[in-house]
């Protein structure tokens, strides 16, 4: 890669860092808000699914969108957007203004975290790919899991101030992609979306259908349980580890700020070893069975420290689901990456509605029915990805 293209890169990490920030801050917080305003667990669900829902709708429209316009003017409109919800739910006193803000953040991270991947996409080698778009996923599961902690420190002066900072930095973050990422005209990544924009002419479903092959299939539906299982697992984690267990805010922001500094470190310095010593698909087959025996540790142990070491166990696992799955597909097709990362981010979006919705629901019920729901999906994707090799070896050989 030139020295712009990795400029660019470190500028995308940045910027797909903050917007997986903002989607994680509310996390350790929900208790309290929960408290506050007197809302059930379903509710709280519904609040996270609707980032989630939002995103799924925008993310295949950006994606078709990015690669007609370029990458540039809706990754710097998104992080603009990103800003200004983050200041609407500070302000937030009613569910209906909690909602909206929760709204905007998930059409801002349609319109950054796709196309951040397809121009990554158009920049990189497939012999750099898996390298990039692990850095890529470091800085998305890293604000993921970052968030929790960085929000449950700075809620310590107040439950909203991680909201406050986290705008002030979209608007930060904006002024940085407008003045620093180069013009969707630069010859540099120009040459490498050539194909793409050949292909313009076809409608997004037909794009879509010649992308559907069972290996393709099978790899889209590991994306939906990777993302239901962590959105499962994640969204009431704090309310679960707080009403059954009774940690505090102090401890739910050390536990998800240690697994975020975990993963950062696996993500950066290890996932390119791990797909090169095992493989995509015995990495997603190794990450699925983890997840599903930590989930099942959380479920029925009462140690803190085991609960603890568990919860690590789970991140960690689905934090190596993604970057895998995400390399695994921009290996099984070379064009159409806007498209690819677009359906890619929609079902992450269905698996994240979903997931949080019946979260909450079971929440309301019983305290162990969320996480064993979680369990059984993650067992039946670890005994459908010893299908997939085959598939893929009659995807591409076939």
């Known amino acids: 890669?030139?020295?712009?293209?990795?400029?660019?890169?470190?500028?995308?990490?940045?910027c797909q860092f903050l917007i997986c920030l903002g989607m994680s801050l509310i996390f350790p917080v929900m208790p309290f808000i929960k408290k506050e305003y007197n809302f059930s667990a379903f509710e709280m669900g519904l609040m996270s699914s609707l980032f989630a829902l939002v995103q799924f709708i925008g993310s295949p429209i950006v994606g078709r969108i990015s690669d007609k316009?370029?990458?540039?003017?809706?990754?710097?409109?998104?992080?603009?957007?990103?800003?200004?919800a983050e200041f609407v739910f500070a302000l937030a006193g009613h569910l209906f203004?909690?909602?909206?803000?929760?709204?905007?953040?998930?059409?801002?991270?349609a319109m950054v975290v796709p196309t951040s991947m397809a121009l990554?996409?158009?920049?990189?080698?497939?012999?750099d790919r898996a390298k990039v778009i692990g850095w890529l996923s470091a800085s998305f599961s890293g604000g993921l899991i970052l968030g929790p902690g960085l929000g449950g420190i700075l809620a310590n002066f107040g439950y909203k101030v991680p909201f406050w900072i986290a705008g002030i930095l979209g608007l930060i973050s904006t002024l940085v992609a407008w003045l620093l990422l180069p013009s969707d005209q630069n010859e540099e990544f120009k040459s490498h979306t050539e194909d793409v924009q050949k292909n313009l002419q076809d409608s997004t479903w037909t794009q879509v259908k010649s992308l559907l092959s069972p290996a393709m299939t099978t790899a889209f539906l590991m994306i939906f349980v990777a993302a239901f299982g962590l959105a499962g697992f994640e969204s009431i984690y704090s309310l679960y580890v707080n009403e059954v267990h009774q940690f505090?805010?102090?401890?739910?922001?050390?536990?998800?700020?240690?697994?975020?500094?975990?993963?950062?470190?696996?993500?950066?310095?290890?996932?390119?070893?791990?797909?090169?010593?095992?493989?995509?698909?015995?990495?997603?087959r190794w990450a699925f069975l983890l997840s599903a025996?930590?989930?099942?540790?959380?479920?029925?142990?009462?140690?803190h420290w085991q609960i603890i070491?568990?919860?690590?166990?789970?991140?960690?696992?689905?934090?190596?689901?993604?970057?895998a799955i995400?390399?695994?597909?921009?290996?099984?097709?070379?064009?159409?990456q806007g498209l690819l990362n677009g359906i890619n981010m929609s079902l992450t979006s269905v698996g994240n509605i979903i997931g949080p919705l019946i979260s909450g629901a079971l929440l309301d019920i019983n305290y162990q029915y969320p996480y064993l729901v979680v369990v059984m999906f993650l067992v039946v994707a670890f005994l459908i990805s010893f299908a997939l090799s085959r598939l893929i070896a009659r995807h591409q050989f076939g």
């Open 1 to 14: 890669m030139s020295s712009q293209s990795k400029r660019t890169i470190w500028i995308l990490l940045v």
């Open 248 to 284: 505090g805010l102090g401890a739910i922001a050390t536990v998800l700020t240690l697994n975020g500094i975990i993963s950062l470190i696996l993500q950066v310095f290890f996932f390119e070893r791990m797909v090169l010593w095992l493989g995509e698909v015995k990495l997603v």
């Open 69 to 84: 316009i370029g990458r540039k003017p809706l990754i710097v409109w998104g992080l603009l957007v990103f800003g200004l």
């Open 120 to 127: 990554a996409a158009d920049l990189t080698s497939l012999k």
């Open 309 to 323: 070491v568990a919860t690590l166990v789970v991140f960690e696992a689905f934090d190596l689901l993604r970057p």
């Open 326 to 336: 995400t390399t695994l597909l921009t290996k099984m097709s070379e064009q159409n």
């Open 293 to 303: 025996v930590g989930t099942v540790v959380v479920i029925y142990d009462h140690s």
């Open 97 to 109: 203004w909690f909602n909206l803000s929760r709204a905007f953040d998930g059409l801002s991270a």
